[in-house]
């Protein structure tokens, strides 16, 4: 059931008034959120359902071990165990056929002809986020082994269905002090949650699928036949469709997650604003460039050891991080272009003393992480570089297409700029609206949004991760 459909708004009807009804029975509201989160995923899927519930037992349990012991070799012992079988079942979901892949390769290379069976596996949806909240969660469980926590709040923690398909990644320690709260389980800021998952439904459902439909799909499909002008606008369309896409879905879950009582992570700060790299992931996707941080970078060494080790627990950081978003070399491949860029400027940092003005830094980090974004978008290697070798064939047929997009891309920008603003007054705007008037806006919007949006219901980008 994607939130995107007909079926969710219906649900979400009868789900949320039953839901604050139980608000002053908090483990009867736990237990019925918990079930839902499991309805949703079971629409989804019957047998990853079973799998996600299984999985909640796992870490329950290996929370149990590490909390329950006083001897620290045990907790270690507990700690290293759960994270071992969470990456194993991480690995065999997620990367298994590309391992097999990539042995045969080499093997063939080595002349040795062996056979390695294929096996038909489907990862279950949003394994790669609730994955992570499972390792944020033994290691919650690991420096803090005096709390107590049920198996019906482990349960709800990792079945939590605002962030279960696609994020934000939410860290065990935020959840549990949020759930232990006085105000959980009641709609908070209602205001700003209407003005979120208002906003996340225009930039899916329209602005985001235009740029799909109008210039990405056509062009990464058929490489070969474009030109410079049209490469030039669908890697511009893309890099704002991808953000528009899953901004829009995290602005979407946040305002759900703001009705059930809960604050999500923030997730994007306006990452095309970024005057570097560096910015960018302070900016894009926080919950993940936060959790490499913390849970990869900084246990690898972090920069303690020196510029060098640095540098190489940087570049493998973000290897991980674009191995993360799917088993395709095209992923990797990014990753390690971020992670050559973020090292490519500490060295300049290090060792010149020359200042990009503003603007211009602003201009070449846009311009590398655009064309990044073509291996995160193509199927595969190869198609990206025919798709970047298509961009020497100049040929000048400037439509109105192109003007829309640089129009749009215009506009977007100007926006970007000013979206606290924006944000403040349309959040003022509905509080000061009567019950009468904002029922018939919200009315008009949605069929404007039904008007304007595509047929059928369109799948988030970030559900396939």
Known sequence: MSFLSPEFAFFSLFFFPIYWALNSHKKLQSLFLTSISFFIY????????????????????????????????????????????????LIFFKYFELIRQTSLSILSFLGLNVFLPALDIVAPAGISFFTFQAITYLTWRYRNPEER?????????LSFWPTLFAGPIFRAQDFFKQLSGPNVGLPMEISKAIYFILLGLLQKLVFANWLQNTY????FEYPDIQNFISVFCAVLAYSLQIFLDFS????????????????LPINFRQPYLAINLQDFWRRWHISLSTFIRDYVYIPLGGNRKGFT?????????????????GASYTFILWGFLHGL????????????KVQVPPLASRFFTLLFIGFAWIFFRSSNIDDAWILIGSAFHFKLSIGW????????????????????????????????????????SIVAIAFLLVLLGPSGVPNFIYYRF
């Open 341 to 352: 860029g973020a090292v490519f400027l500490n060295l300049l940092h290090r060792w010149s």
């Open 401 to 440: 297409n192109v003007f829309s997009l640089l129009l749009f891309s215009t506009i977007f920008f100007a926006l970007s700029s000013r979206a606290s603003q924006l944000q403040t007054y349309f959040v003022g705007l509905i509080e000061v609206s009567g019950l009468a008037v904002l029922t018939i």
């Open 309 to 325: 080790r640095e540098q190489m627990n940087l570049l493998l950081a973000m290897v991980l991080s674009g191995l993360w978003h």
């Open 216 to 219: 990405v799909d056509h062009a």
């Open 248 to 263: 829009g879905y995290t602005l979407i879950v946040t305002g759900l997650g703001l009705l059930l009582g809960y604050t």
């Open 42 to 89: 079971f629409c989804f899927s019957k047998i990853f359902a079973l799998v996600l519930f299984l999985f909640c037992l796992y870490i329950w349990a290996m929370g149990i071990w590490i909390a329950s012991t006083n001897l620290n070799r045990k907790r270690v012992l507990g700690f290293a165990v759960g994270l071992m079988v969470l990456i194993l079942v």
């Open 149 to 157: 926590v049920s198996v019906l709040d482990t349960t709800l923690y």
